[in-house]
């Protein structure tokens, strides 16, 4: 049963006025007397530092060549995919990564930023790509050394060679180090043997593996001399020209997944394969031929960790193309509830457009600002990003940080992108359900890039532990009184100084004006005085907690920081929410003229204000805001939300997606097409005289 | 990239104890040295008053000719659930709502007991024969009058005539009342003449519509001697034995779906098509011969709302269905977070279970809680419209609360299903997004069921509005001294007293000796203060915000309400977790034995203080929780959960699945034989005396 109406009503002729009646809200930045944002200007400031790129990779996927169809059957779809990959090879998109001696740009900021437009063609051609350039090309260009790089790069680029990243296993995920996969070194041979000791130890879920992988990057344990070295990156030719597995190579299909078959998810077993001693990707540990273990990294966890950092793109084109999916959404959903319209008023002139129903503006605006948030956030990380990779600012603590920043943002746009999906999904109803309006295939197409490359629950207990090491560092050999003072939280400004991340209290240029804050009672200083004063305070008290555990025994240690590792987690959410925020505000107060940064500071605000109600209990229980206050918060989210609602579609144009980006029908303005045919009917049946009467207005006769 | 560790570690072959060492926490009743459920006894209470009917009906769906499967095209898998409904008539699965003289049991209860096992087969052999049984059969025969049964109900049943249920249009959705399509009365002919004038009044979303559906009934605006009498129904057909359109009569395929392709969902249009006066389902309106209307209901806004009301089993079916979803998906994910591990525990013993972490244990387990108190709530929803339905307690009243009822719970369902699912999904990692493991597809599915049947946000805003509407009447005439005591919140304890609804204080037959409640500060009595205090101080203060609109203008009225829109419908959803913790309250205290009693009271803790967790900012910003106490609310849930961590294997055991209904491979087993192959051959390894040493063990010699 479709539904009841929500109340009583007259019958549907007799209430309408033909040519539509006053809207209940402005819906546009005139109506409203308001000075509109200049639309153009904040493209340009969300697309940001490679904004040429992405306008070029925008162009680009305009070529309904890239684009998916709903429904396509999955065999048909990993070749689309596949053809899809080369004619990348032949626009240039593969090769903005890689060294310039083959061919390369080696830009590696532009490389990201021209790869999350993938995401508005087909999110598979977009992690197959990332597949084949960022996970089983960067494996060879950031793990091996030369010889591997001239041997392979430009087979990798030009697509002659796809390949598969093996390293997560069915028994093996988040927890890398623990692979099963072996890589001995057989010294009379000078080859490695690569061999799956057990069904668990199966290379799984990985794209290229399943048909079109003609090696693998693997990761194994290195045995040398009944030594295990730890694990290593290995390159393993998997098929020959036939596309038939080599001797000892087996597999299987993953078979349909949830979303993203356009890709040839599966499973690899090894049973003895020998590897020349060179196809060791050497550049972080070495085999001699005589069977001698070399590093430049002393410390194996250190070695580990700096191996599976140089693959940290992964997560940096991840967290971009989420946040640009959810864009999309947005863009979608607001046009469409800016067209809609259902139910009458109940003041007798036309249906209310859904987004003036005040739930609906709920529903949605918060998370327009949230995006926004994650444009800013996001150039912010392919920045740093770029200064590592490019050499300019490739430091030990840089590269620390931006793991940090990476796997924060990741987990935080990644889950957004999900939620956010599914609340435009619904707001469009039985429409939003349709594949042709894409909500769908992006809800089901970017639900595992919540766990994969790094599950999001562990990323954010990663980032919490780095916050707690931080803590740590800053409070060696404090005495109790320093302590104490810090849990007061007076001089807590600067504990997060030094990690890199962003450092509290200075990096934010300028909170704006307070005559622009919308609100007298939570000004923008007074925002981050909240959601910073918040994460230092989780931080000390789960540090606090954790206190003990050093002069506990290992499984009454590992106890305690059990008992505290939802707080942990939240405390690293906390901190990710912050970076947003400030990027935010850096990002608004870049804006040009003075319209249009009154417009994005009111939906700074309205962020700001929402990450405080989410937490408002927390800010009640530990003092930060009075009960009225507090109260009052929800209040000013309304407001601003009705505030926002006539800059509403203007804040989603300003994406800048192109109709063959949108490709959404419910998007196009069919829907305002249909009303005005209706109303036209509607007034062509009253003038004619002919209309039916109600029946109430019957009865009063 | 997938993740790094949590923390630096050692080599994996070192760190084995080959047999795997104790667990972190207790993984049973017994380790835990508590009772144990009995898990039959809890299979009986939550299957409800109709067990047996659920009971056979799940023997049935062990068939696999039942069963979805993955990836198969869109064409196919239509095709493969119309050959199932037909194998559901076979079966009798057709008949148990029908009158016994058509062949039919008369058994409403039953038929929707029955009905929601169908989702663990597939969710759209469950929709199809919603569509075909529950909405255009369900039409005839409780819109309909004897002569409608007579001619069409038992081909209905048995499916010589797949039918359509045409209500929704492309233009109109949840406001029904508004449809464009027109059934025009033809005094000379004896005939209604059905017209769609304009594209916007096309049907839409229909299922049977693209392909199978030989007739639909029809919504339409009923019109006569020029009066338009209101929304009606019409049996008209739709094709003939060749399936081909009859004159008149076209249409389109609405194509892929986000899920439920195994239904053909599709558009109708009607040009001047005639049918026989005797074709409109005349139970609540008529036209005589000489276009004279006639109706047992004067009040043309009554009969609209009694002619929706008769279709309230569609609702109903979609509560049950989900929570029956989201049980399945449950049982998925604990069963593999109770075998799979990941990471040691860093006290040198074996890998860490899943679920002994914490945060994963707050994952899963208050949405455990969640499922319960559905189930439980569930089955006096279906209780109530088995009494509405027999004609046992058919009141207008009854009818009433019925209509709310469903609404509240079928919105919370919905909802939950798709939140639990999707962390169900996550929770379970690379393997959870393989269609094989289920839990993408259930989301893909039920994802329309948060917006079919009725918007969940609009039936939420219904139920507010009932809420408010009993809150007036219990103040009619109130003067101001009595609204101040009732504001003040002590005397409010019977406000919706008489709504029909579970009346506060008096349906919950026993809060459970407090001795068995687990925590000291928030027993079940203080739970239920907290809930109920809240539902009716937000509906006191919305109505008293509301007040002055009697005294406005309709668009000033309007505005007002729209203002508070968003508090109203999260005071109905506070009702309805209220709704949800009483049925789960009475629900525990039928356990027959102590010990299911206890774990069973932890679990109805769990969920009372998750909800008042949700609400804590609530709680606190109006007084009804001191910091102190808001303060340890997360620590009790976080205690909960550790507490029912050694049950929830059991608890998810006594939803009762079999592995025919569960079917995912990461339930079955695999992942511990898996585990206990690699242990196995570590432990082989280790007595060979040729296990690689670690490269740390080497630097110490």
């Not at 746009?413 to 992006?442: H, K």
């Not at 942990?568 to 400030?582: G, P, V």
């Not at 990450?611 to 109260?631: C, P």
């Not at 989210?637 to 997606?657: E, K, N, S, T």
Request: hydrophobic share 40%; aromatic share 8%.
């Amino acid at each position: 049963m479709t539904d009841a109406a929500v109340r009583p009503r007259k019958p549907a002729t007799s209430k309408r006025t033909p040519a539509g009646g006053a809207p209940t809200a402005p819906h546009t930045a005139e109506q409203a007397h308001e000075s509109r944002i200049d639309i153009d200007a904040v493209t340009d400031l969300l697309l940001g530092t490679w904004a040429a790129t992405r306008r070029e990779a925008r162009e680009m996927v305009k070529n309904p060549a890239f684009w998916r169809i709903d429904g396509q059957p999955m065999a048909e779809h990993r070749e689309r995919v596949l053809e899809q990959l080369h004619l990348l090879v032949e626009h240039g998109g593969s090769r903005r990564a890689y060294p310039e001696e083959y061919g390369g740009l080696n830009d590696n900021g532009a490389n990201v930023a021209a790869y999350l437009e993938l995401v508005l063609a087909d999110p598979s051609l977009q992690v197959k790509a990332g597949v084949q350039w960022g996970l089983f090309g960067s494996a060879i260009h950031h793990l091996g050394t030369k010889p591997h790089h001239d041997k392979w790069l430009r087979d990798v680029m030009n697509l002659k060679i796809p390949g598969a990243f093996a390293m997560t296993e069915t028994g093996h995920g988040s927890d890398v180090a623990a692979v099963g996969t072996t890589a001995t070194y057989d010294l009379d041979t000078e080859e490695f043997v690569i061999h799956t000791p057990f069904r668990g130890a199966w290379k799984d879920y990985l794209g290229n593996a399943a048909l079109h992988g003609r090696a693998a990057t693997v990761f194994a344990q290195l045995i040398s001399g009944g030594v295990n070295y730890g694990v290593h990156c290995f390159f393993v030719p998997l098929r020959d020209e036939q596309g038939d597995f080599l001797p000892g190579i087996g597999g299987e299909d993953d078979g349909v997944k949830g979303g993203l078959n356009g890709i040839d998810n599966g499973r690899l077993h090894f049973d003895q394969v020998r590897i020349p001693r060179e196809n060791l990707l050497n550049r972080y540990g070495d085999i001699a031929p005589d069977g001698t273990y070399s590093s430049e990294i002393a410390s194996p966890g250190r070695r580990f960790f700096t191996m599976l950092g140089a693959l940290v793109q992964g997560r940096v084109c991840i967290e971009g193309a989420a946040t640009n999916a959810t864009a999309l959404a947005l863009k979608i959903a607001v046009t469409y509830a800016n067209q809609r319209r259902q139910f009458d008023s109940g003041s007798g002139s036309d249906e209310v457009v859904l987004l003036d129903y005040a739930k609906h503006q709920r529903r949605l605006l918060p998370r327009l600002a949230e995006v926004y948030a994650q444009h800013f956030a996001g150039d912010e990380l392919i920045q740093k990003f770029d200064g590592v990779f490019s050499g300019r600012k490739d430091t030990p603590d840089e590269r620390e940080d931006l793991e940090t920043l990476a796997a924060a943002l990741k987990a935080m746009s990644t889950w957004n992108a999900l939620d956010t999906i599914q609340e435009c999904r619904e707001a469009c109803g039985g429409s939003g359900f349709l594949a042709e309006n894409r909500l769908v295939g992006l809800h089901q197409d970017l639900d595992v890039y919540a766990t994969f490359e790094g599950d999001n629950t562990v990323l954010l207990q990663l980032v919490g532990k780095r916050l707690l090491s931080d803590f740590a560092k800053q409070f060696k050999g404090a005495d109790a009184a320093k302590l104490a003072r810090f849990a007061v939280g007076q001089t807590a400004g600067r504990v997060f100084h030094g990690a890199g991340l962003r450092q509290l209290g200075q990096a934010v240029t300028d909170f704006g004006s307070t005559a622009r804050s919308v609100e007298l009672g939570l000004r923008a200083d007074q925002q981050h005085d909240l959601l910073s004063g918040r994460v230092q305070q989780m931080v000390s008290d789960v540090a606090g907690r954790l206190r003990p555990a050093a002069k506990l025994a290992p499984a009454a240690a590992a106890a305690l920081f059990n008992e505290n590792q939802s707080e942990l987690i939240e405390a690293a959410r906390a901190h990710a929410e912050l970076l947003q925020w400030e990027a935010l505000t850096d990002g608004v107060n870049r804006a040009g003229d003075e319209g249009t940064r009154e417009v994005l500071t009111w939906l700074r605000d309205l962020f700001g204000l929402s990450l405080i109600e989410k937490h408002l209990a927390w800010h009640l229980i530990h003092g930060r805001l009075s009960t009225q206050r507090a109260a009052s918060v929800s209040r000013y989210i309304d407001r601003l939300c009705a505030r926002l609602r006539p800059h509403a579609q203007d804040l989603v144009d300003a994406f800048g997606f192109e109709p063959e980006h949108v490709r959404a029908p419910i998007a196009s303005g069919a829907e305002q097409d249909r009303q005005q045919e209706a109303r036209e009917y509607y007034a062509a049946l009253a003038a004619s005289g002919t209309a039916p009467v109600s029946e109430k207005s019957l009865k009063k006769k």
